[in-house]
């Protein structure tokens, strides 16, 4: 198993890089910021907005892992192997979730630099919480749609959430209350009291809590799910 | 070199880089100054200290790196997964309560869940749990080197016991220097600084035999980790929460070593069993 995984490393090493780079760049962006005397709710948006870069690159990853190992031949030798396609599927999941883990880290570890480097006593972690558990519960149905149907149909679901969002932003931005993006601190402030549960009803406020547990254990269920579905799924490969 | 020798040799390297580089940042960055040198090399540098140490002493005494923690082993372990961040949580709402008791005038639990919104008090249980769960790498740091190298290092020096006492008291002493500078217990008491070295260290023996349950049940670090940062973080929680109402902030900086020190004792206690556990296990595979 362990070799798989380092397989996928090996595979997507280009693209982890993706991760990286923000975080090496971003830092200077919040010192100097901070040096302008910009408010702290603004640079709090900042942080919020490059970790939410940095999220996006992990889970761009993870998206790419598919594509590598559609051939029939491929498909054929793993199953072959002790490992069989519970190995090959389990790889994949074990490589998705090392690298949204490690994107949650360097997010961690960006947030406390820019943030000590701000004087700023504050931390985007449990925003940051909250959508690695979102890009989680994606990745369940993305990964079993992606090893029944292939990767192209796995972009196209991709496509397919890219375009509903933005119909939901347009749907916002036609009939919504566009008044708070005439002050962007006033997003950071909102989204601050969201994850801390200020104003929230109850009702909503355990449901947020749930979430977490029940994105996990849909991923666990999509794993399952993804190891009935790969013998399948290899008999669509066009190689 | 004989290979007991060898071994002795090795936790000596390892013991002396851990604690060289945690007073070494203590020293230059000052303790819980917030300021970004201590962010960066104090936080990092002291919560990676056992792990660095870990790597340091294989690569200067040519031990290697094989080792056989790094795996998840998810496979018929989610249960302990799953009791590694569920019982800190569980006992620390009964220690934060029974630290009210003993501490809070006129203490009413009923007082508490009106003062305190109470699926507010669930919601952020379960965001710290979930959210403490997912910084693991950080508490890599010190589990890396506590159970998965000083603890089976020393279990081949000396009988199962002594090994545990010996790794949780090395393990407690390590945080003495943030203990001085008033880590957990303040600098506001009479047996200070000792009684905090104490009491880390007694702390460190018990939990450290639950931590090292975890990874001899599991064969892998990563429930260790979790509990431990799941420990680390939950604890501040129950303790804010269980004395919100009719604990002023002078009862507490004044009594803090004393209030402290009796929200530990469960979890301590909670610990026993699993030290029983782990000393009667006879004939299974053992750590590395």
New interface residues.
């Given amino acids: 198993?362990?070799g798989l995984i380092f397989k996928e490393f090996y595979q997507n090493r280009k693209l982890l890089w993706f991760i990286f780079f923000p975080f090496l760049l971003i830092p200077g962006t919040i010192v100097s910021e901070a040096a302008r005397g910009t408010s702290a709710n603004s640079i709090m948006m900042s942080v919020m907005l490059y970790e939410v870069i940095i999220m996006f690159f992990g889970y761009m990853v993870t998206t790419e892992m598919m594509k590598y190992d559609e051939r029939k031949a491929w498909a054929a030798f793993i199953i072959s192997t002790p490992q069989a396609a519970r190995g090959q599927v389990a790889s994949k999941y074990?490589f998705s979730l090392i690298v949204l883990?490690?994107s949650?880290?360097i997010s961690?570890?960006y947030d406390?630099?820019a943030c000590?480097?701000a004087?700023l006593?504050f931390s985007a972690?449990?925003f940051i919480?909250n959508l690695?558990?979102i890009l989680l519960l994606m990745l369940s149905v993305e990964i079993p749609f992606s090893i029944r149907y292939g990767s192209v149909n796995g972009n196209k679901y991709r496509a397919m959430i890219v375009i509903l969002l933005l119909f939901a932003g347009m749907v916002y931005l036609l009939f919504g209350d566009l008044s708070i993006f005439g002050e962007p601190e006033k997003i950071a402030e909102s989204l601050i009291k969201l994850i801390n549960?200020e104003g929230v009803p109850?009702?909503l406020?355990?449901i947020?809590?749930?979430f977490?547990?029940l994105s996990i254990v849909v991923f666990c269920l999509s794993y399952k799910l993804s190891c009935r579905l790969y013998i399948k799924g290899v008999e669509s490969f066009e190689k | 070199m004989t290979d007991k020798k060898m071994t002795v040799l090795r936790v000596i390297i390892f013991t002396v880089i851990s604690y060289g580089i945690v007073i070494a940042s203590t020293a230059l960055f000052g303790y819980m100054e917030?300021?970004?040198s201590?962010?960066?090399f104090g936080?990092?540098g002291v919560a990676l200290a056992p792990a660095i140490a870990n790597y340091l002493t294989r690569l200067i005494t040519k031990e290697g790196f094989k080792d056989k923690l790094?795996?998840?082993n998810f496979r018929g372990n989610i249960k302990y997964y799953i009791l590694a961040a569920a019982l800190p949580v569980a006992v620390y709402i009964i220690s934060a309560n029974i630290t009210g008791m003993a501490f809070v005038p006129d203490y009413s639990i009923t007082d508490v869940l009106n003062g305190n919104?109470?699926?507010?008090i669930?919601?952020?249980?379960?965001?710290i749990v979930?959210?403490s769960a997912?910084?693991?790498?950080?508490y890599f740091g010190e589990e890396y080197g506590w159970r998965a190298y000083l603890t089976p290092k020393l279990m081949t020096l000396m009988p199962k016991p002594a090994a545990l006492i010996v790794s949780g008291i090395i393990w407690g002493m390590w945080h003495a220097p943030i203990v001085y500078l008033g880590h957990n217990f303040g600098t506001n008491y009479s047996l200070f600084p000792y009684g905090g070295y104490i009491v880390m260290s007694v702390y460190c023996i018990f939990v450290g035999c639950l931590l090292t349950w975890l990874t001899e049940k599991t064969g892998s670090i990563y429930p260790a980790c979790i509990c431990h940062a799941v420990n680390n973080n939950i604890g501040t929680f129950m303790l804010a929460i269980f004395l919100s109402e009719g604990m002023t902030d002078e009862i507490y900086s004044a009594k803090q070593f004393e209030i402290v020190t009796l929200d530990l004792l469960p979890m301590a206690a909670i610990c026993i069993p699993f030290m029983i556990l782990l000393l009667r296990k006879r004939g299974q595979t053992e750590i590395n």
Avoid: C, H, Q
């Fill in positions: 198993m362990s074990g883990v490690g949650v880290f961690f570890v406390v630099i000590a480097a004087d006593d972690l449990p919480s690695f558990f549960g109850d009702a406020l355990i947020m809590g749930i977490p547990y | 917030d300021t970004l201590w962010k960066i936080f990092f790094y795996a998840a919104n109470a699926a507010g669930i919601y952020e249980t379960l965001r979930s959210t997912l910084i693991f790498p950080l």
